[in-house]
């Protein structure tokens, strides 16, 4: 199947840093990547939407300000999360469809905000 | 807005023996996919199989296949064999195949766990 990564894997960073998300599709083309959040023991929720070089779809009650979402070109999406707090400790989770209308996800990121 | 409802949070099977996994949706869609991912415990989601909702032939993939009732909104995933390796969190999924509305609407999932 598909290939999709996301570096790094967990970051560990200070209350009031930025911390940056990158999901790469690498070895096919994705016009639309997905970025998820998943609660211990619980399912994933979608963020936001994004397609390749327009602005993301962001789901309710997601702020945008505070998870900025990049989409510059088809294999590389970043997930930014500006003016981190501990209630922003999570695991994140990104995804892309391929053309075959099937999304494939990385490997996720867990965030922990001191 | 559709919903998925899987409604066994636990799920438990001998090594070897086969189990069935319910999933139940809700939309007044008429054409969608519905998808299983596993979540191992190393918390990568991975596809299990895939159904598109136009074909009436149930989707298998080795060991797994569906069981689609398209009238009853019903979606379960069998395992057949099964292995340890299939110890997971299964989610059950569905996709509209509506343009801006392509987003996977998730169950909360089942945890399937392989006594040996």
């Known amino acids: 199947g598909a290939v999709v990564s996301q570096h790094p894997s967990w970051v560990i960073c200070k209350s009031g840093t930025s911390v940056k998300i990158e999901c790469r599709s690498l070895?096919?083309?994705?016009?639309?990547m997905f970025w998820y959040r998943q609660f211990p023991k619980q399912s994933l929720m979608l963020m936001a939407t994004s397609n390749e070089g327009s602005k993301a779809t962001y789901e309710q009650g997601v702020e945008k300000d505070k998870f900025l979402i990049n989409h510059a070109s088809l294999t590389l999406s970043t997930l930014t999360v500006t003016s981190a707090h501990p209630e922003d400790s999570s695991f994140y989770i990104c995804?892309?469809?391929?053309?075959?209308?099937?999304?494939?996800f990385g490997p996720g990121t867990r965030l922990l905000v001191l | 807005a559709q919903t998925v409802t899987q409604s066994q949070p636990e799920m438990s099977v001998q090594e070897a023996e086969t189990v069935t996994l319910s999933c139940t949706y809700d939309t007044s869609e008429s054409d969608y996919y519905l998808f299983w991912y596993k979540q191992p415990p190393s918390r990568q989601m991975i596809l299990v199989i895939r159904?598109?909702?136009?074909?009436?032939q149930n989707a298998t993939e080795n060991r797994f296949s569906v069981n689609f009732q398209k009238a009853a909104k019903s979606f379960s995933l069998k395992i057949s064999d099964s292995q340890l390796g299939d110890a997971a969190m299964y989610f059950c999924?569905?996709?509209?195949?509506?343009?801006?509305?392509?987003?996977?609407?998730f169950g909360t999932g089942t945890r399937l766990t392989i006594i040996p």
């Open positions: 995804s892309a469809r391929s053309s075959l209308e099937t999304q494939y």
């Open positions: 070895d096919f083309q994705a016009t639309t």
């Open positions: 999924a569905y996709r509209s195949v509506i343009f801006g509305n392509e987003k996977l609407t």
């Open positions: 159904q598109e909702a136009y074909k009436q």
